[in-house]
């Protein structure tokens, strides 16, 4: 199959909450999908208003296959976690080219709520 996708990919509006009211848990998701015949290292810096960039979050995707990156899951070089209610941007960066898409769960009331789009990537 032929690798369809590109190497770099923003989502602008991420936000992980903290509260769950349910049995299921607010979180975000990363899904990535990697058509090519190489694993895809993937970086994923975040981006904030009125702190510095983190820069120590990273994944892998293998050759044909598929990773959806649980945001409230991954842990950082250090163990440094993603910061609960505080809005960021992510850039998404492969070795690979793949395809990305953001989803998130709130479920913070009884009534569930799933966001879910395909990130932008810039032309190459």
Same mark, same amino acid.
């Given at each position: 199959m032929r690798p369809y /996708?590109?190497?770099?990919?923003l989502i +602008?509006? *991420?936000?992980?909450g903290s509260e769950s009211a349910n049995d299921l848990t607010t979180h975000e998701a990363v899904c990535v999908i990697n058509t090519s015949g190489d694993d895809a290292d993937i970086a994923l810096t975040l981006?904030?208003?009125d702190r510095e960039p983190m820069t120590c979050f990273s994944a892998k995707?293998? *050759?044909m296959r598929t990773h959806h990156i649980r945001l409230d899951k991954?842990? /950082?070089?250090g163990g440094e976690r993603? +910061?609960?209610d505080t809005p960021y941007a992510i850039l998404l960066e492969s070795t690979a080219p793949v395809v990305a898409q953001y989803s998130r769960l709130d479920a913070s009331r009884a009534e569930l709520a799933l966001m879910t789009t395909i990130a932008w990537s810039p032309e190459e």
């Open positions: /996708g590109k190497k770099v990919w +602008p509006d *991420a936000f992980l981006l904030f208003e995707c293998g *050759a991954i842990r /950082g070089e993603i +910061p609960y």
